[in-house]
């Protein structure tokens, strides 16, 4: 019986994985710094010339981040607003999307254009008449005013709209047929159809929410309402030159969303090829 020898990859294969690997470690060496920081006692954590592994690991860090700098609240601030915006704008996105999809109604195409053409628009030029629109509607310094540019995005409709397109059309009016009601056919059909890119975007909201600091900052003035990003960067203000203290703050605040990220990858993959290929 004969074996096949391995066939040898090419060499423009090896340089692109040689390319990839190196990129690789370039970009998680900062993370895996960060973290090596966060168990350092002060010590080691300022010594110079720096360590990248701890000789005497410690938890004291975060212990003092969440015993004395009230971690604890700043965590739940941050997934409270973070759920929130994300429950909201897939509410808010997912029908958008599927009525600019599959609904006909006068005028759709050409405020679906003109939903595009506003995607060019900064989002800071925006931040000045949503503040002045909050404060006439009383809603600053709460978590109503962080999360309303959640709420509904150009490019959440855009792309719930593409991937709803590849829904067939004949089985919706068959549905519609068999006496089904839009809800109905919105609720049984339609959305367990656009699960992927529901995930999709929901892990896009999740993060963006997470991990804002410029709106929150402009809107929030008490520090009982301050999210992470927030409470990381009065931190930094203090305690400038307790490295490793600093290290274990920005370690709880970007630990939750990789994991998220990790956990969900396969399926916001799946929604994001499955919508550029089915639209």
């Not at 030159?241 to 916001?268: E, S």
Request: hydrophobic share 55%; aromatic share 12%.
């Amino acid at each position: 019986m004969k074996i096949g020898r391995m066939k040898m990859p090419s060499v423009p294969t090896l340089i692109a994985g040689t390319v990839l690997v190196f990129a690789t470690v370039w970009a998680a060496f900062p993370l895996f710094w960060m973290t090596s920081m966060s168990f350092m006692p002060e010590a080691e954590a300022n010594a110079f010339p720096a360590r990248l592994w701890p000789v005497n690991p410690t938890l004291d860090n975060y212990a003092e981040l969440f015993a004395y700098q009230h971690m604890g609240r700043y965590v739940l601030n941050s997934l409270f607003v973070a759920c929130l915006a994300t429950a909201l704008s897939l509410a808010f996105n997912v029908t958008a999307g599927y009525a600019f999809a599959k609904l006909q109604f006068k005028g759709r195409e050409k405020l679906f254009q003109a939903l595009l053409a506003a995607l060019v628009i900064p989002g800071q030029l925006t931040m000045l008449p949503l503040f002045f629109l909050l404060k006439n509607l009383h809603l600053l310094n709460t978590y109503v005013g962080v999360v309303v540019p959640f709420m509904s995005s150009l490019f959440g409709i855009f792309l719930v709209r593409q991937y709803a397109l590849s829904l067939p059309d004949e089985m919706l009016q068959a549905a519609r047929v068999d006496g089904a009601s839009e809800w109905q056919v919105f609720r049984r059909i339609v959305l367990p159809n656009l699960r992927p890119i529901m995930v999709t975007l929901g892990v896009f909201t999740f993060l963006a929410a997470w991990n804002d600091f410029l709106w929150p900052l402009i809107v929030l003035s008490d520090d009982g309402f301050y999210t992470l990003p927030l409470a990381i960067a009065a931190l930094s203000q203090e305690h400038l030159q307790d490295q490793g203290l600093m290290m274990a703050g920005a370690t709880v605040t970007i630990a939750p969303v990789l994991i998220l990220f990790i956990l969900l990858q396969r399926h916001y993959v799946r929604g994001l090829l499955s919508g550029s290929v089915k639209g």
